[in-house]
C-alpha cells in the first residue's frame, strides 16, 4: 500500500533552516508529484507547494516562493522540503502528500491529496 | 488567491442525523473541489474529489454535489465514528487553498 514516511520532529530557532523528509513506497515515486500542506496548531490547512518527482518542476505558493525549496532523490524515492529564515508562526505540522488528478502528469498536476505522510512538528522558539 | 468559506464552523448533531456542510467559493471553480476528515492527531484523509467522486474505501454515507462557487458536503446518517473537522479544497487556480474548516460534534 501507499506509504509516506517522514523525518521527525524539529526544534529551531528564529532565523534558522529546517529540512523535511518525506520517503514513499507502495507505488512508482516518479509518477506522481508530491505536496507539502502545512498546519499550525489549531489551525486549518495551508498549501505551500508542489514538485514534480519525475523532472523536479516545483510550483509554489507566493507567500513561501522567497523561503521554500523543494527537492526529490529518485535512487531513494525521496522528497524533500526546506524552509529557511523561519519564524515563530511558521510553528505547523507539515505534511507531505501524494497529489492526484484528471489532469495531472509526471510534469504538472492540477489535483488532490490522496496520500498523506504522518507530519512533521517543526517548532520555531528561541 | 480564491478564498474558500465553510459554514457552518461548528455543527452539533446526532448519532443518525443526515448534516449538511457547505462550501463556497470566491470565485467560480468548476468541478475542482475536494472533502477532506481529520481525526484528532491525525493527517486529514480523502473523501470525495471532483465534487462528487467517492475516494475508494470511503463510505457511501458521504456524497458531495454543488457547481460554479457552491459546494456542500452530505453525512446520511452520522456515526459515531464521523464527529471530526472536515475541509473544503479546491484545485482550480493554483494556489489550491482550503476551507477553514468545519468541526462537527456531538450534540
Known amino acids: ?126 | 488567491d480564491i478564498q474558500m468559506t465553510q459554514s457552518p464552523s461548528t455543527l452539533s448533531a446526532s448519532v443518525g442525523d443526515r448534516i449538511t456542510i457547505t462550501c463556497r467559493a470566491s470565485q467560480s471553480i468548476g468541478a475542482w473541489v475536494a472533502w477532506y476528515q481529520q481525526k484528532p492527531g491525525k493527517a486529514p484523509k480523502l473523501l470525495i474529489y471532483d465534487v462528487s467522486t467517492l475516494e475508494r474505501g470511503v463510505s457511501s454515507r458521504f456524497s458531495g454535489g454543488g457547481s460554479g462557487a457552491e459546494f456542500n458536503l452530505t453525512i446520511s446518517s452520522l456515526q459515531p465514528d464521523d464527529f471530526a473537522p472536515y475541509y473544503c479544497q479546491q484545485y482550480d487556480t493554483f494556489p489550491w487553498t482550503f476551507g477553514q474548516g468545519t468541526e462537527v460534534e456531538i450534540k
Open chain 1, 1 to 126: 500500500q501507499v506509504q509516506l514516511v517522514q523525518s521527525g520532529g524539529e526544534v529551531k530557532k528564529p532565523g534558522a533552516s529546517v529540512k523535511v523528509s518525506c520517503r514513499a513506497s507502495g507505488y512508482t515515486f516518479t509518477s506522481y508529484g508530491i505536496s507539502w500542506v502545512r498546519q499550525a496548531p489549531g489551525q486549518g490547512l495551508e498549501w505551500m507547494g508542489w514538485i514534480s518527482t519525475y523532472n523536479e518542476n516545483i510550483r509554489f505558493a507566493q507567500k513561501f516562493q522567497d523561503r521554500v525549496n523543494m527537492t526529490r532523490d529518485t535512487s531513494t524515492n525521496t522528497a524533500y522540503m526546506e524552509l529557511r529564515s523561519l519564524r515563530p508562526d511558521d510553528t505547523a505540522v507539515y505534511y507531505c502528500v501524494r497529489e492526484r488528478g484528471t489532469y495531472c502528469d509526471r510534469i504538472s498536476c492540477q489535483g488532490y491529496f490522496d496520500d498523506w505522510g504522518q507530519g512533521t512538528l517543526v517548532t520555531v522558539s528561541s
